[in-house]
């Protein structure tokens, strides 16, 4: 089974920064991508950014350069570094992985239990 563990999250002013921390365990045979996204109270579920093993990167179009999504492959961990926060992206942050799992080898994409990030105005 595997495992994603979000950290980081909590309440930080509208201009501020705060980096969010994803650390995936289990049996895990490689990592094709890890990412977030975020849902906001009456939203659906959006990709936030995203990161894939070989190094490629995809973000949302509202970041406009003020995240940034470093991974360590060896730790199995993937970073979201934001700045500039705005109140509107209040909202409960997920960390998703894709990769090949377990002893049996099978791609499998995993969820996180989410981390609350609250941008007061």
């Known amino acids: 089974q595997v495992q994603l563990v979000e950290s980081g999250g909590g309440l930080v002013q509208a201009g501020g920064s705060l980096r969010l921390s994803c650390a995936a365990s289990g049996i895990i045979v490689s990592i094709n991508a890890m990412g977030w996204y975020r849902q906001a109270p009456g939203k659906q579920r959006e990709l936030v950014a995203a990161s894939t093993s070989g190094g490629g990167t995809n973000y949302g179009d509202y970041v406009k350069g003020r995240f940034t999504i470093p991974m360590d492959n060896a730790k199995k961990t993937v970073y979201l570094q934001k700045n500039s926060l705005k109140h509107e992206e209040t909202a409960v942050y997920y960390c998703?992985?894709?990769?090949?799992?377990?002893?049996?080898?099978?791609?499998?994409?995993?969820w996180g239990q989410g981390t609350l990030v609250t941008v007061s105005s």
């Open positions: 998703n992985g894709r990769g090949v799992v377990g002893m049996a080898g099978r791609y499998q994409e995993d």
